[in-house]
C-alpha cells in the first residue's frame, strides 16, 4: 500500500468515526465545518486526502480537540534490526509441530 493511500484510509476512518461519534449528518457537519457535504463524503470515502489544517477543522467541528504527538518508530532492538529478529522468531516457529500429538514423549531417564 503506498504512503498516499495509507493516510487516504487513515484519515477516511477516522473522519467517518469522529462524524458518526458527534452524531452529525455530512451536512450538519459541512456547515460547521465550513465545507461541502459532497467533500465531506469524499474525504470519508478516500476518494480524497484534506490538508492538514481541513483535516483538524472538521475533527473540531465534531467537538474534538486535536493534540499531534511524535513518537520514534522502533527499527531497532538490541542492535538486531526488527525484520531479522522476526524472521528468526518464524524460523524458531517453524520447528514446532503444525498440530500437536495425543500423546506425550518424554525421553527416556536411566534407572536409578
Known amino acids: 500500500m503506498s504512503p498516499e493511500s495509507h493516510a487516504a484510509q487513515a484519515s477516511a476512518?477516522?473522519?467517518?468515526?469522529?462524524?458518526?461519534?458527534?452524531?452529525?449528518?455530512?451536512?450538519?457537519?459541512?456547515?460547521r465545518a465550513k465545507t461541502s457535504h459532497a467533500t465531506l463524503s469524499a474525504y470519508e470515502r478516500g476518494r480524497k486526502v484534506p490538508s492538514v489544517t481541513t483535516f483538524i477543522r472538521i475533527l473540531e467541528a465534531?467537538?474534538?480537540?486535536?493534540?499531534i504527538r511524535l513518537?520514534?518508530?522502533?527499527?531497532?532492538?538490541?542492535?538486531?534490526?526488527?525484520?531479522?529478529?522476526?524472521?528468526?522468531?518464524?524460523?524458531?516457529?517453524g520447528q514446532f509441530p503444525v498440530k500437536a500429538s495425543r500423546f506425550l514423549e518424554l525421553p527416556a531417564f536411566p534407572d536409578g
Open 62 to 67: 465534531c467537538g474534538n480537540a486535536v493534540d
Open 71 to 93: 513518537l520514534p518508530r522502533i527499527r531497532e532492538k538490541d542492535g538486531i534490526p526488527r525484520g531479522e529478529e522476526l524472521e528468526s522468531v518464524l524460523k524458531l516457529a
Open 13 to 31: 476512518a477516522l473522519l467517518a468515526k469522529a462524524r458518526a461519534e458527534a452524531g452529525l449528518s455530512l451536512r450538519e457537519l459541512a456547515q
